[in-house]
């Protein structure tokens, strides 16, 4: 009987299952395309880090001092051995490559051209490579338009085009050339590993490879694909943390709509307990609906998160950054749903506790409004409290392990914000109750703002749900800016003390220092000298950097190492660039979910104060004075979330610097006071539905609304 009730529930208010499950949605998709992403990044990852063939059965991996010309004899020797098919040296290699009449730097790596050895996919077009030709990707053809035929130069040597095809990539220009012409390439390519096929004695391998390290086939593959899961465990680990962050988003906003739900059909409610129902049925009613709408969201955000996900794989597929298809996780995706579901259950709990402990006669008279109850002070301070001290204790907990464990550090600094978080769940009413009163005196001429005031301090549960969600989606943001601009400001302090000057070129990298400094002295562009372990380089006097890079050039042997100061900077920062992209993309979701907050919970207080807003119609507010007045409360909360995340989010943005050993630099004011205006823009954009619905109420139906 319980069950059906909740189903028919359910059924016969779709619109009200849609505003509760709307948050749930968007958490679940967000998770489904982590999880969906996280998986296909890691198969794309392990097919890039594993260089060992699956027909290897046995390699040889050279020391970094070791000679081309020895790697070569070792090779050789492998050869002669008992048991062993076929051996091949791999090369790899950065190299400069003019292509139709520009240069630019390609990745290139040898391959045998057939055989066990050879990982040449099926070519598109042409041949595998021979002496003198390349296998080029598909979308390296592509961007140096390049065809089967045509001719290039590698560090002065012509390669003519073999074939072309899926060649992993991953965003570079890429080559697959024979083992000849690598060796031809000198220096330029190094060799890293020795394939040997058959049933090689790996005693009698360690016997020709001397100091070298001899593993099978299977240690190798193994130990690369742990190498590549290491590096990427803490990605994904971050990654699940921002998906925990959107979940808990949600819990906040559901657990606050399903109040201002139940307390609309308290009379429902109580009529049930007066024909039979008890307490626990009450509450596992409301239990229940809530099962059936964290369901139907789950499914269908799980079901947005799979499209999301094999749109964005299909992209990188076609950007040549990935090859295999696209892997789905059926029980992943079901876990998903299931995370969903619990979640929404969670965030009822509250109300259906409520809902089972009112007696009939109390629920029969309850108020209609339903957040314009007495706050349980004393409650929410002490644990406000426990829970603030408890994240202060937390957080000097990580900058003092930071010392000798950085990511155990960030991990303690995140339990913090997290406690941090908790303390603003619990004294978020009084939050916006106090914001309330201290604006209220310059309110005195606006009776829409006055209305918005008033309401959030009656009602300031409901609002304190729009604002604490802003605050974390506000914080991180805050966080990452605050981190970003220290990040940007220790880069540069970094590369001033370490490049005195425009260029250094390291003297231990050069075999005549000395003549090296004197060669570069001699142009009337350039100005060099020796400083202990650095050759500094700076442009004379009247001459331009453009100028001093063509003079270094032009001065010294092809090949010399020569560090930029502005391209050590700038790939410094690009690297920040792309972490803040990234963080700015999760964090983004969280925000995302807080401004549906802040739609579905005006939204209700609409539909909750319709009669109310009749009433004030009928004493002359217009239109537009019920829409200031919901804009009004929505400033009111965006406000508060978002000077509130700032002030906080800033402080853990220090906080992480510090852990990281970074100065924080001075603070981005102009950033912070960007990201309070826009949430606060926002937020007015998500209550336009809400301000519409308030404007079209008609004051004589309003009034004979029940």
């Known amino acids: 009987m319980v069950y059906r009730t909740a189903a028919l529930s359910v059924a016969r208010r779709p619109g009200q299952a849609f505003l509760i499950g709307i948050a749930v949605v968007a958490a679940a998709a967000f998770a489904a395309a982590s999880l969906l992403l996280a998986l296909n990044a890691r198969d794309a990852l392990v097919a890039f880090g594993v260089t060992t063939p699956p027909a290897v059965d046995a390699v040889v991996v050279p020391s970094a001092e070791l000679e081309t010309a020895a790697v070569a004899d070792i090779a050789e020797k492998l050869r002669a051995l008992p048991g062993t098919s076929e051996v091949a040296v791999q090369y790899y290699g950065d190299v400069e490559v003019e292509i139709g009449g520009t240069t630019s730097t390609w990745k290139l790596s040898s391959d045998p051209g057939s055989g066990p050895l050879s990982e040449i996919p099926e070519l598109t077009s042409g041949n595998p490579p021979g002496t003198g030709e390349v296998v080029l990707g598909a979308s390296t053809a592509d961007r140096a338009g390049a065809s089967v035929g045509d001719s290039f130069v590698v560090e002065g040597r012509e390669l003519v085009v073999a074939g072309i095809g899926p060649v992993h990539e991953f965003g570079q220009d890429t080559a697959l050339v024979s083992e000849?012409?690598?060796?031809?390439?000198?220096?330029?390519?190094?060799?890293?590993?020795?394939?040997?096929?058959?049933?090689?004695?790996?005693?009698?391998?360690?016997?020709?490879?001397?100091?070298?390290?001899?593993?099978?086939?299977?240690?190798?593959?193994?130990?690369?694909?742990?190498?590549?899961?290491?590096?990427?465990?803490?990605?994904?680990?971050?990654?699940?943390?921002?998906?925990?962050?959107?979940?808990?988003?949600?819990?906040?906003?559901?657990?606050?709509?399903?109040?201002?739900?139940?307390?609309?059909?308290?009379?429902?409610?109580?009529?049930?307990?007066?024909?039979?129902?008890?307490?626990?049925?009450?509450?596992?009613?409301?239990?229940?609906?809530?099962?059936?709408?964290?369901?139907?969201?789950?499914?269908?955000?799980?079901?947005?998160?799979?499209?999301?996900?094999?749109?964005?794989?299909?992209?990188?597929?076609?950007?040549?950054?990935?090859?295999?298809?696209?892997?789905?996780?059926?029980?992943?995706?079901?876990?998903?749903?299931?995370?969903?579901?619990?979640?929404?259950?969670?965030?009822?709990?509250?109300?259906?506790?409520?809902?089972?402990?009112?007696?009939?006669?109390?629920?029969?008279?309850?108020?209609?409004?339903?957040?314009?109850?007495?706050?349980?002070?004393?409650?929410?301070?002490?644990?406000?409290?426990?829970?603030?001290?408890?994240?202060?204790?937390?957080?000097?907990?990580?900058?003092?392990?930071?010392?000798?464990?950085?990511?155990?550090?960030?991990?303690?600094?995140?339990?913090?914000?997290?406690?941090?978080?908790?303390?603003?769940?619990?004294?978020?009413?009084?939050?916006?109750?106090?914001?309330?009163?201290?604006?209220?005196?310059?309110?005195?001429?606006?009776?829409?703002?006055?209305?918005?005031?008033?309401?959030?301090?009656?009602?300031?549960?409901?609002?304190?749900?729009?604002?604490?969600?802003?605050?974390?989606?506000?914080?991180?943001?805050?966080?990452?800016?605050?981190?970003?601009?220290?990040?940007?400001?220790?880069?540069?302090?970094?590369?001033?003390?370490?490049?005195?000057?425009?260029?250094?070129?390291?003297?231990?990298?050069v075999a005549d220092p000395e003549a090296v400094a004197t060669e570069l002295s001699a142009h009337p562009d350039v100005e060099a000298h020796i400083d202990g372990l650095d050759i500094l380089i700076d442009p004379a006097p009247g001459s331009s950097d453009e100028d001093l890079r063509a003079a270094v050039l032009e001065s010294t042997d092809p090949g010399t190492s020569i560090f930029w100061a502005d391209d050590v900077l700038q790939g410094i920062e690009q690297m920040i660039l792309i972490g803040q992209a990234v963080g700015a993309a999760m964090i983004g979701v969280t925000m995302l979910v807080a401004l549906i907050g802040v739609a579905v919970t005006l939204a209700l207080s609409v539909t909750e104060r319709r009669q109310e807003i009749a009433l004030l119609r009928a004493l002359g507010v217009s239109r537009s004075g019920a829409r200031r007045s919901i804009a009004a409360e929505a400033a009111l909360a965006s406000l508060v979330g978002a000077v509130t995340g700032v002030a906080f989010g800033s402080a853990y943005g220090v906080l992480a610097l510090r852990i990281l050993g970074l100065s924080a630099g001075p603070p981005p004011l102009a950033a912070l006071a960007a990201l309070v205006v826009g949430v606060t823009a926002a937020a007015l954009i998500a209550a336009a539905v809400p301000m519409w619905n308030a404007a079209r109420v008609q004051p004589a139906i309003g009034v004979a609304a029940r």
Do not use: W, Y
Request: glycine share 10%; aromatic share 4%.
């Open 180 to 509: 000849e012409d690598a060796v031809a390439l000198g220096e330029t390519m190094m060799p890293v590993q020795i394939f040997v096929t058959g049933d090689p004695d790996l005693d009698a391998m360690k016997s020709v490879a001397g100091e070298n390290i001899v593993l099978s086939g299977e240690e190798r593959r193994a130990a690369q694909e742990r190498t590549v899961t290491e590096t990427s465990t803490g990605v994904f680990g971050a990654l699940a943390v921002f998906v925990a962050l959107a979940l808990v988003s949600a819990v906040v906003i559901v657990s606050s709509t399903f109040r201002i739900m139940l307390s609309r059909r308290a009379t429902e409610l109580a009529l049930l307990r007066c024909i039979g129902a008890t307490r626990n049925q009450v509450s596992r009613l409301v239990l229940i609906e809530a099962a059936c709408i964290g369901l139907l969201g789950g499914i269908a955000g799980v079901a947005i998160g799979l499209g999301v996900s094999a749109a964005l794989v299909a992209a990188a597929r076609g950007a040549g950054l990935l090859n295999a298809p696209f892997i789905s996780s059926p029980i992943g995706l079901v876990a998903c749903v299931a995370l969903a579901v619990l979640c929404t259950i969670v965030a009822a709990l509250p109300a259906a506790r409520a809902a089972g402990s009112a007696s009939p006669v109390e629920a029969l008279g309850a108020s209609r409004s339903s957040e314009a109850r007495p706050l349980r002070r004393r409650a929410r301070s002490a644990l406000a409290g426990a829970l603030a001290v408890a994240a202060i204790a937390t957080g000097a907990v990580g900058l003092f392990v930071s010392s000798t464990d950085q990511f155990v550090g960030l991990a303690f600094a995140a339990l913090s914000g997290l406690l941090v978080f908790g303390a603003l769940v619990a004294t978020g009413p009084f939050l916006v109750s106090g914001a309330a009163a201290l604006l209220h005196p310059l309110a005195s001429r606006s009776v829409p703002i006055r209305l918005a005031l008033s309401n959030t301090r009656r009602a300031s549960r409901r609002t304190a749900a729009m604002t604490t969600v802003l605050t974390l989606g506000v914080g991180l943001t805050a966080a990452l800016v605050v981190g970003v601009a220290g990040a940007t400001q220790d880069a540069q302090d970094g590369v001033a003390r370490n490049f005195p000057s425009t260029a250094i070129i390291p003297v231990d990298l």
